[in-house]
């Protein structure tokens, strides 16, 4: 059952990177490495999350996948990692945000029903950001490290 979980995870993941990166219009050579590096990644997440007890804001490495699989699909990093990324975004967290924002506005004047809405609000918040901000840094920490490589995957390699 456990395999299973991580399986279904793992396609739910795939069909949701092709269909974000569908939006952007890349090459039909690079969908499969979308599917790829969003199913993969967002199975290690679940991986993470649910057996090593990890939290949800633990940085993906997508970006290095992207690195390797960009040069296969003679893309650049950004057209694979992007749509990959977008399945993680942590949808939940970030509508809890604005439907607590909304709640805190309509209970101005119960202090105990605002305060819960505060604190529901920042807390969210807080989970949102720091998510989507360790989602940028592991996408982007590649291309730092590898500036050579990552501006290179769709240029034609040296023969020797």
Not at 19 to 31: L, Q, V
Not at 82 to 94: E, Q, S, T
Not at 120 to 145: D, E, K, R
């Amino acid at each position: 059952m456990m395999i299973l979980d991580i399986l279904s995870d793992g396609i739910f993941a795939a069909l949701a990177g092709v269909g974000f990166g569908a939006i952007s219009d890349p090459p039909i050579r690079a969908f499969r490495f979308i599917a790829l590096l969003a199913a993969v990644g967002h199975a290690c997440r679940y991986c993470l999350m649910n057996f090593l007890a990890t939290d949800i804001s633990t940085g993906s490495l997508i970006g290095f996948g992207s690195l390797w699989l960009g040069e296969k699909a003679r893309t650049p990093m950004t057209v694979l990692y992007i749509p990959a990324l977008l399945p993680m975004v942590p949808g939940k967290f970030a509508y809890n945000m604005v439907f607590s924002q909304i709640m805190f506005l309509q209970y101005l004047d119960d202090p105990l029903k605002r305060n819960g809405y505060m604190e529901m609000f920042f807390s969210n918040s807080m989970v949102t950001c720091t998510v989507v901000f360790m989602l940028a840094a592991g996408a982007t920490l590649p291309m730092f490290i590898f500036p050579e490589r990552a501006s290179s995957l769709t240029r034609n390699k040296k023969r020797q």
